[in-house]
T-cell receptor
């Protein structure tokens, strides 16, 4: 079991460029999440998908789009990157949607926007 | 809306000494509470969680936490720390069970000194 995998591990973009962060889980989880982590701010939820075919905005969705491609995969797209999007991005998954479940995190993608 | 406060951004402690990392949450009728640990350059992993029942929760690596409803706290403790416990620790609360959203604190960086 690989758990939650993310690609790429690192990325440098110029302002205005676009990119897609990929996430996949092999635990047959229903729910998947995208967070960003910034110093002194903890983790903030960007988007989540409660189940295949559904997505919802989190706390900081502006400038991002997501796709729940299938049960395993949940991608995050930056259409026009801005320096404010420099951050570490984490994908996570959980079994269900009751709020009791443990979240399992990927290793993160470190993004620098110049 | 639910919120989580971790007042200590950094906690230095000598090896084999006890440690307490503090977490307070805003009042709610029902709440699920979590502690996650993040080792350098890794994703988060679950240490322990409180769902219901006994207010003293034991987790991995010798950590435990106590749920105190009257003080809306969920402090993390370890009686004797090791160098390998050096990491960042995040408290999280499930915001209204069933909404799939987890609110994370800003994190406490534990540094264990030899």
């Amino acid at each position: 079991n690989a758990g939650v995998t993310q690609t790429p591990k690192f990325q440098v973009l110029k302002t205005g460029q676009s990119m897609t962060l990929q996430c996949a889980q092999d635990m047959n989880h229903n729910s998947m999440y995208w967070y960003r982590q910034d110093p002194g701010m903890g983790l903030r939820l960007i988007y989540y998908s409660a189940s295949e075919g559904t997505t919802d905005k989190g706390e900081v969705p502006n400038g991002y789009n997501v796709s729940r491609l299938n049960k395993r995969e949940f991608s995050l797209r930056l259409e026009s990157a801005a320096p404010s999007q420099t951050s570490v991005y984490f994908c996570a998954s959980s079994e269900g949607v009751s709020g009791r479940e443990t979240q399992y995190f990927g290793p993160g993608t470190r993004l620098l926007v110049l | 809306a639910q919120s989580v406060t971790q007042l200590d951004s950094q906690v230095p402690v000598f090896e084999e000494a006890p440690v307490e990392l503090r977490c307070n949450y805003s009042s709610s009728v029902s709440v699920y509470l979590f502690w996650y640990v993040q080792y350098p350059n890794q994703g988060l992993q679950l240490l322990l969680k409180y769902l219901s029942g006994s207010t003293l929760v034991k987790g991995i690596n010798g950590f435990e936490a106590e749920f105190n409803k009257s003080q809306t706290s969920f402090h993390l403790r370890k009686p004797s720390v090791h160098i390998s416990d050096t990491a960042e620790y995040f408290c999280a609360v499930s915001d209204r069970p069933g909404t799939y959203k987890y609110i994370f604190g800003t994190g406490t960086r534990l540094k264990v000194l030899a």
